[in-house]
């Protein structure tokens, strides 16, 4: 299991390279979602299944829907169909594509050599140990985390607010 | 859970209940009195309760300890909340928009520094140190339609973000060293040689949480975002998040005797001078009262680093009386600022200009003002100047030469322009375009609070013997 922790890894910085070397925002995005799935399978390689998983669906995942919702409010006309025909070419797509793939034969070694259980060390820390211990002992750090949520949200809604608003028509936003 | 841990845990909790029941009331109705009064009435609660799990204390779990040192920090912590809720009222009055989620925001901090001082583990450390921080992102940018304010919300909240990141990083390093993540354990594993990685790692969280101390040279960001935020956000953070740092680094190093690595002491000493010196003298020349706070802050935690570094004997007592001290006199000071801010719309009135003549127009708030000074300058017959003695006292005792005579340089600089805004509250008032506390500021809760706290520190300065003792009894 080694080789595909080892070979994640080097994926996960070298795609990371490619987001912040990348002077065009959207080819730094196609880095950074294979970085973040490079360091999913490092979480798999260690035996946390559990935050790897999470690590796809909430980053991967968050961000591909942020992305999307960009495209959507983005006007696309003529123009942005040229552009993208123009990033169609290889030098765009073939280096997330080639960390990509290294990542997808890493996977596909690692499951032909045995079963998906294989870690580098110690035990596999399945999503009950995770919720055992997150509400066990870790209870506070939760309750903690929701607080700075909320404080996240609260500052969110209230820096994102529009200038001249009445406090009424505010008010009625936040309550649905 | 014991019974005796539910009391150490309920001030915390009733905080956060505090900051919930303020946001469901916003989402019903937006009173802003009533806010306050919710906020103000769970933050005394809180304190009641701070008291009583006195009796209790020392208790803990795996990520939280409740021992002397967090329950007096934590009461710092919940009072200076407290005179920011009551003093943002009057200043939010007259704030276009949105007042009241300010409260949610700064009793979600006031959680965030309550935790962060009673951690034991990184996990605690560090959800507590952001739970402080993000809340205070939105403080600082909270009169968002003003430049400054957002200048200042943004720029700490980049950097606060790269202090975090250094943080995160140092202790992941620290953690890839020991595998321990217990504060004491770490700071005990010291001692065996860290090799480079743990090397690397303490050097990065010195670099985050040194960030939040704004201690130099990690100070670049304090002068502008005390001078562009908020006056209560501003007073937030230089009252309650600094105490809540400095609790949890003093509990890092009394963890543990460093008898084997004195590189960090010499590494802290360092730090030390910088802070006095530099914070001293870059105070000179500035003509706005809130950045001259700002620069008097950085060495005022300059002074107080020497506990850090001598971390044995009288170290705990004399982190409790000097922040006991330094809250205080920086609460007075902030406390006039607000008053005299919040009557208008616009950016705080912390220019020096406006507090030309000050005495003649307010004479009593001039008072208040004078005493704050004094104290931070260390003037005898203030509580400043008790604070001052005993950490010149401790570092004479660990004979830490070169802390001492930073110390009294430091002091000494310090004195030109605690005194140069002193004469210019006395000097004949300028004749046009002026800005004042309104008539009946007296009357209002702000003004009571400000006078209350002056008065506290000259009661204290005379007659320290409760403050001292409470911090003796806490110390330990």
Not at chain 1, 144 to 152: D, G, H, M, T, V
Not at chain 2, 252 to 267: K, N
């Amino acid at each position: 299991m080694e080789f595909a922790f080892y070979l994640s890894g080097l994926v996960a910085v070298l795609a990371t390279l490619g987001v912040i070397s990348n002077p065009n925002p959207v080819h730094g995005v196609l880095y950074l979602v294979v970085s973040l799935v490079a360091v999913a399978m490092v979480f798999f390689a260690l035996g946390a299944p559990f935050a790897g998983a999470l690590e796809i669906i909430v980053y991967a995942g968050a961000i591909m829907v942020l992305f999307v919702f960009v495209v959507m409010m983005l006007n696309l006309g003529q123009a942005a169909v040229a552009q993208e025909r123009a990033w169609l070419r290889p030098r765009t797509w073939l280096g997330p594509s080639l960390l990509a793939a290294v990542l997808l034969l890493t996977l596909i070694g690692t499951l032909w050599l045995g079963d998906g259980g294989m870690l580098v060390q110690g035990e596999i820390l399945r999503a009950r140990q995770v919720g055992i211990i997150l509400f066990g002992p870790w209870l506070l750090v939760v309750e903690l985390s929701a607080l700075l949520l909320l404080a996240a949200l609260v500052t969110a809604s209230h820096v994102g607010r529009q200038r001249q608003q009445s406090p009424d028509s505010t008010a009625n936003r936040e309550v649905s | 859970m014991s019974f005796d841990l539910v009391i150490a845990y309920s001030p915390m909790v009733l905080v956060a209940a505090t900051a919930v029941t303020a946001m469901l009331g916003i989402a019903w109705r937006r009173e802003h009195t009533v806010t306050v009064a919710v906020s103000v009435l769970g933050l005394i609660l809180a304190l009641i309760a701070q008291v009583v799990a006195w009796g209790v204390i020392p208790v803990g779990t795996a990520l939280l300890d409740f021992d002397g040192l967090a329950l007096l920090a934590g009461l710092l912590i919940l009072a200076s909340t407290l005179a920011c809720a009551i003093l943002s009222h009057r200043y939010l009055e007259a704030f276009q928009g949105a007042r009241e989620e300010f409260y949610v925001l700064l009793l979600c901090a006031a959680v965030g520094g309550l935790a962060l001082a009673a951690s034991r583990h990184l996990a605690g450390l560090f959800i507590g140190l952001e739970l402080l921080s993000m809340p205070l992102y939105g403080m600082l940018a909270y009169a968002f339609n003003q430049e400054r304010s957002l200048e200042a919300g943004i720029k700490y909240l980049i950097l606060s973000a790269a202090a975090s990141a250094f943080l995160l990083f140092g202790m992941a390093l620290l953690y890839a060293q020991t595998g321990e993540m217990q504060l004491s354990l770490l700071m005990a594993s010291l001692n065996e040689g860290l090799g480079l990685w743990g090397l690397a790692g303490i050097g990065l969280m010195i670099v985050g949480l040194g960030f939040k101390l704004s201690v130099v040279p990690f100070h670049l960001w304090t002068p502008d975002v005390y001078e562009g935020g908020p006056g209560p956000a501003t007073t937030f953070l230089a009252t309650a998040s600094k105490v809540a740092v400095f609790a949890l680094l003093l509990r890092m190093m009394l963890s543990a005797p460093l008898a084997q690595a004195d590189w960090l002491p010499a590494l802290l000493t360092v730090l030390a001078l910088a802070s006095m010196l530099v914070g001293n003298l870059l105070a000179l020349t500035q003509s706005n009262l809130k950045r001259i706070l700002g620069y008097s802050s950085i060495a005022h935690f300059g002074y107080l680093m020497i506990v850090l570094v001598v971390a044995e004997g009288l170290a705990a007592e004399t982190t409790g009386v000097y922040l006991v001290t330094y809250v205080l006199s920086t609460l007075a000071a902030f406390g006039v600022v607000i008053l005299i801010s919040g009557n208008t719309r616009g950016q705080d009135a912390a220019a020096l200009y406006y507090y030309r003549g000050l005495f003649w127009r307010r004479p009593y708030l001039t008072a208040v003002l004078t005493v704050a000074m004094l104290s931070l300058a260390g003037i005898p017959a203030t509580v400043g100047f008790i604070g001052k003695f005993y950490l010149i006292a401790l570092g004479v005792e660990a004979q830490r030469w070169w802390l001492v005579g930073g110390l009294i340089l430091g002091s000494a600089i310090g004195l030109y322009y605690y005194l140069r805004v002193t004469v210019t509250l006395y000097l004949v008032a300028p004749g046009a375009s002026r800005r004042d506390a309104p008539d009946d500021w007296g009357m209002r809760a702000g003004g009571l609070v400000v006078v209350i706290v002056a008065g506290l520190v000259i009661l204290l300065g005379v007659y320290p013997a409760p403050m001292i003792g409470l911090a003796r009894i806490l110390a330990f």
